[in-house]
């Protein structure tokens, strides 16, 4: 092949990160030796460890490598890229940053915790533990057209990803697939969009009506209305919501900031409802029985911690809103990303390895269940000691996929200030402490929503300071 | 490490497409035996040979791996697939699909060529060539987090994309980065969108008009009031816009669909341009100077080809409108893929490179250029041979990054059908060439868009039949 001669004459030296230079004509001659599927997992094995190390070597050598050096500061949002470099640090060497061991550092007390976004990179020591297994290699002549499959309702969707997502889906008994489009989203936000987009009616003179129940989501307001759009409209509180005519009704169940599982609650039949099932998934929730809705969001954000990715899916029902979703998406970014998407079926095809491998590797739902477990068990002590605060307590249920009764242990806290504290986000904002007030989710300021998915040194800076604070 | 002694428990089978299983800690020993670089580089080119021969068994295995394997159909829409299937054959094999010359297959004539969208895979060819030189490999435990860079105003991008984008430019010599904000988007449409969120005032009562010179790019209409937002409304061709007050005039220079470069044609101190810069690259333009504009868009589909990234970048002067820009992807998919802007990263400095040292590689500019030009010379050929068809001419200018003096060689033919025809598009359908009519551009249904962005192979197709059109 040309191109194999051309690479050929080059030099031999890596010209830095993730842009490796060699022959492939040179390796031709052992192909026949050796196993294929046996080479590859030795070269690959090789890759993984090497490029770890030219990583290591390019940040002691340069102090600049890809943005994660620089000076720290005291912010709150300058510590998701402190802990970042933690992180990188921590996966060449020999300590691994998942040590739920309190040791305070130096100058921690004074360190802000951000707990305001549900940035799950708490799952980020499952990862590291999995080592090479979900890493992907894309090469560069590949999946550069704007298609996926030209035959599908959804042309951007890649095929393997559609596959792992029914895989899944089926291992852990949470949605029913039959029967469904797939549709896929740059996260789910983006299918939520796509969702308005599709449901509302094109003749109706008036914009329709966007409803949930409170505390609804906080973004649903605010994504809704950011463009004034003429077709529909945010009409706050589902239980408050008395118009007549057509509706759409969003259930987030498990309910973002809550926790609690739901239900609609405006009960006319002119509504649409569109179920936002992000975290409905074991390590928050029982799975009680596979959630069988005519439009249900899902994220692999909140369900493995690759919130980078930005990847979601809608499974949708009726072949015409799944056709408008997709038309919402060609309009509004031309698909979605190829490669997060190939890098999201690998990640997806794990997960279900792991769970129908129990045995052979740490089940990816186990480990998110028992660290989420021991979070609200931390949690629920702290609050208790303070005497200052409540958290919800929810009825254990049988979760069918872990054979288990448990109590969920939802993605947020939804903490209250008993007492006198009026603004339980200033006051916690005052310990250094940063949480979403719960006026963004059309409630009382008594209330925050408190990220759970932090890496564990925020977490535990979080409860140990949470167990000092005293009524 | 823990997670390395748990994957040495494992199988050493690779289980299916790029989610190999191995053993790291086995590796440790070699490592201190040769250079850490040359071992990547012999690694990596064992991965890429193996991944391609594993792909290989499985496709003829299985028979329906990743969907690249399905019936063949004789629709428009299949060919993209058909021809994504022969690609994988020839990558794996010693024939190359860029070859441009031309060997009607059995039955290529009743093949129906679809022209309308742009996708960008003559590309492809190039991106062969290079083999792995863009390949890129990101472990499962890294960009998990929401944050690329929380320092940034566009807390999104990642260090290492903007630090390329910059340097592109600066070889290139096509725009000004100085003094300028980066906001990534998915894709330059989803940049035009932010760029009317941020542009539009928020207290006028009345939306605030969206122009552009017609002929324009069709999707400006569509994206601009598909959600009929009262921010902004689409208000048409910029040479008949007379309304008082503030408006938004859209730039595309090189204009989509015609090629021509443009400047601003309304004139008034009442509007806000938005510079469309994505073909303003030496492969379809001379590069006359730095383009030095408040907000320019760019994409990496046009310039490097790959469109299924999903990735574009915009210029942005003012530190309020980039802010709200930013504001807008936060709202409409909390940001941007990561794994997409590292892969666009690695080939932005894989073209710089190229750029740089045109003795060692051929120059992706030179390949392309001297593609089009091909191109360009074979279509004005066939035109001129019907007597049926016109096509822009344009003056030739220096290019100051090619040193060559050439006319422009746009990414799209603006056909137009002389004499009688007056549906031109409905005209060359009925050859089985699909293309994009006037009336989406504003103008006369006699004039068609052509993509001239396709594979060789559908490329020769269409030259063949327009040039067995006779007037």
Not at 73 to 97: D, F, T, W, Y
């Amino acid at each position: 092949m040309k191109g194999q001669k051309k690479a050929s004459r080059k030099d031999s030296k890596t010209n830095g990160y993730l842009t490796p230079k060699f022959s492939l004509s040179k390796m031709a001659t052992l192909l026949s030796v050796f196993s294929v599927r046996n080479l590859l997992v030795l070269s690959l094995a090789l890759n993984v460890s090497l490029i770890l190390r030219v990583m290591l070597l390019h940040d002691s050598q340069n102090g600049s490598f890809n943005g994660f050096f620089f000076e720290e500061q005291n912010g709150p949002q300058e510590e998701a890229h402190a802990s970042k470099r933690r992180r990188l640090s921590s996966s060449v060497s020999s300590s691994s940053s998942s040590s739920s061991s309190l040791t305070m550092a130096q100058g921690d007390e004074d360190r802000v915790i951000n707990l305001d976004h549900g940035d799950p990179t708490m799952y980020e020591s499952y990862w590291q533990k999995m080592g090479d297994e979900t890493t992907i290699l894309i090469p560069g002549w590949q999946f550069m057209s704007y298609f996926s499959d030209a035959t599908n309702l959804c042309w951007f969707l890649e095929p393997e990803f559609a596959k792992q997502i029914v895989r899944l889906h089926k291992v852990v008994g949470n949605a029913v697939t039959e029967n469904r489009y797939i549709v896929v989203g740059t996260g789910s936000t983006q299918l939520f969009q796509a969702a308005l987009y599709a449901l509302s009616p094109t003749t109706e003179a008036d914009p329709i009506s966007v409803v949930s129940a409170a505390p609804y989501y906080s973004s649903y307001p605010v994504i809704t209305d950011c463009l004034k759009s003429r077709l529909y409209e945010w009409a706050g509180d589902a239980r408050s919501f008395s118009k007549n005519g057509p509706y759409i009704e969003i259930v987030t169940s498990p309910n973002n900031p809550d926790g609690y599982a739901r239900h609609s609650v405006v009960n006319s039949r002119d509504g649409t409802l569109i179920h936002d099932l992000a975290y409905y998934w074991p390590q928050y929730t029982p799975i009680s029985s596979p959630a069988n809705y005519d439009l249900m969001l899902f994220t692999v954000s909140k369900s493995t911690g690759h919130a980078g990715m930005r990847i979601g899916w809608a499974l949708v029902k009726d072949e015409d809103v799944a056709r408008k979703m997709t038309k919402y998406i060609e309009l509004n970014t031309i698909g979605v990303s190829k490669d997060s998407q190939l890098r999201a079926a690998v990640v997806l095809k794990v997960i279900s390895n792991s769970c129908e491998r129990p045995n052979e590797v740490d089940s990816f739902f186990e480990f998110s269940y028992h660290h989420m477990a021991k979070r609200w068990k931390q949690l629920r002590q702290a609050v208790h000691q303070s005497g200052l605060f409540s958290v919800p307590d929810f009825p254990p249920q049988l979760c069918k996929f872990l054979n288990r009764v448990f109590e969920p242990q939802p993605a947020f806290a939804w903490l209250k200030c008993e007492g006198e504290i009026e603004d339980c986000e200033s006051f916690l904002r005052s310990k250094r402490i940063l949480t979403r007030g719960g006026k963004h989710f059309g409630v009382s300021p008594k209330y925050v929503r408190i990220s759970m998915l932090d890496r564990d040194k925020n977490y535990d800076t979080f409860i140990e300071r949470m167990s000092m604070i005293r009524a």
